[in-house]
């Protein structure tokens, strides 16, 4: 009983118990009639509320919102229907998916009511035929999904549970707003090889990228071969630079190979190798004679 009503049947209420008492016992009696008739009669709906009204069986209305009378005994609200939206919360527990794997996927659904009539006359329990409904979209559409696309894409999954289950409470006056999928849960087997086959590919393209990385640094080295070949002074740069590299650091000493000094320096060692091979070719090409003896052995022969 509303706050409305309960005051009038208040108010009658007491106005004939005082009548009875002070006035006449048959206005007395009348005015509890009175309150009691308000009582029955006077219905007050919220802004989110429908009151459904039927007549001798019949349908008479959908009232709300706000104060409306009714007719006692032969009038009688058989629902009361909040138009709000409303909440379900549904699963399907061990579902195989199209390629065998049981899973556990817990859903929320957002409906509302559009249509009060249908809702209270076209089916008895319009709340749990809701979450029946859900949980037999929730376990075909797991049925006829991949794992793998359950997983990742979650707002298609969504939209298709929204467009089913809609397609079935439409008839109800039922419309569902969106449909979420919380949480898929897979056996903890099935993660470990999940994640070893996560972890090969990462190696894999890990290993992918560090050819791709040796064969550009091989081509630019190719080239910096090319370059050097081309000019030796760079070279010799590139050898002071790196000696000046390693030892700027203070307190360092380092000891150099002249081997390996001579070969970070082709320009000083050229011109050394050419004045060698100037000075050994006439010492291989002209050989001095051995003075002859006599046969006596006695001085050279003249």
């Given at each position: ?33 009175c309150a009691a008739v308000i009582g029955m ?262």
């Amino acid at each position: 009983m509303n706050p409305v009503t309960s005051f009038l049947v208040l108010v009658f209420a007491l106005a004939g118990i005082a009548a009875g008492v002070w006035v006449s016992l048959y206005l007395g009696v009348l005015l509890l009639a009175c309150a009691a008739v308000i009582g029955m009669s006077l219905k007050m709906a919220n802004v989110w509320q429908k009151f459904v009204v039927l007549r001798m069986g019949k349908l008479q209305g959908v009232r709300g919102p706000g104060m409306f009378a009714i007719f006692p005994v032969l009038d009688t609200v058989v629902a009361v229907i909040d138009e709000r939206i409303q909440t379900t919360a549904f699963n399907a527990e061990q579902a195989l998916t199209r390629d065998t794997v049981p899973v556990n996927v817990d859903a929320i659904i957002f409906w509302h009511v559009h249509d009060a009539e249908k809702a209270a006359l076209a089916i008895t329990n319009y709340r749990e035929a809701i979450d029946r409904v859900a949980q037999t979209s929730l376990r075909e559409m797991i049925g006829s999904s991949m794992l793998a696309a359950l997983l990742s894409d979650r707002k298609d999954a969504d939209e298709q549970l929204k467009a089913e289950i809609g397609r079935k409470t439409a008839p109800w006056g039922i419309s569902v707003s969106s449909v979420e999928i919380r949480d898929v849960a897979i056996p903890e087997a099935l993660q470990d090889a999940m994640s070893r086959q996560a972890q090969a590919e990462r190696e894999k393209q890990a290993r992918v990228i560090l050819g791709s990385a040796e064969a550009a640094i091989a081509g630019q080295f190719v080239e910096a071969a090319n370059i050097y070949a081309g000019h030796p002074e760079a070279l010799q740069l590139r050898a002071m630079n790196i000696i000046y590299e390693v030892t700027k650091e203070r307190g360092t000493a380092i000891l150099i190979p002249s081997a390996m000094v001579d070969s970070l320096n082709p320009s000083a060692t050229l011109p050394l190798a050419l004045v060698a091979a100037t000075i050994t070719a006439p010492a291989a090409g002209s050989r001095t004679a051995a003075p002859e003896t006599r046969p006596g052995g006695i001085g050279p022969r003249s």
